[in-house]
């Protein structure tokens, strides 16, 4: 059974940082597409980072650039999204995903979000003084 639990979520100061942790069961996250997705009370989902087998290479969305990172643990079957000089507006729930479709690019699992994947049930991060 596929199964994808994140942690890590927590209130922090602005500037702060965090790092929230996927832990996957059912499947090995190097043979799948792996992302970080968010959603803010009001908004659109929006596609953090995406990293898929076709481009071997990570994604950040623009609004995060040079202070999130996405890595993984192949070992463990955990992935992590360190997040750096928080914004109030990182205030989100971000959710992990895994997708298992061929051919798919960063940029389509980021703007998309899985299309044969699974979610998991999101961690809270609240960015305030």
């Known amino acids: 059974q596929v199964q994808l639990v994140e942690s890590g979520g927590d209130l922090v100061q602005p500037g702060g940082s965090l790092r929230l942790s996927c832990a996957a069961s059912?499947?090995?996250?190097?043979?799948?597409?792996i992302g970080w997705f968010r959603q803010a009370p009001g908004k659109e989902r929006e596609g953090v980072s995406c990293?898929?087998?076709?481009?071997?290479?990570?994604h950040y969305a623009d609004s995060v650039k040079g202070r999130f990172t996405l890595s993984r643990d192949v070992a463990n079957n955990t992935m992590y999204l360190q997040m750096n000089s928080l914004k109030a507006e990182d205030t989100a729930v971000y959710y992990c995903?895994?997708?298992?479709?061929?051919?798919?690019?960063?940029?389509?699992?980021?703007?998309?979000?899985?299309?044969?994947?699974?979610w998991g049930q999101g961690t809270q991060v609240t960015v305030s003084s």
């Open positions: 995903a895994a997708d298992w479709a061929r051919g798919l690019t960063v940029q389509y699992l980021c703007d998309h979000g899985p299309t044969l994947g699974s």
């Open positions: 059912g499947f090995n996250i190097d043979h799948a597409n």
């Open positions: 990293l898929t087998i076709k481009d071997d290479k990570t």
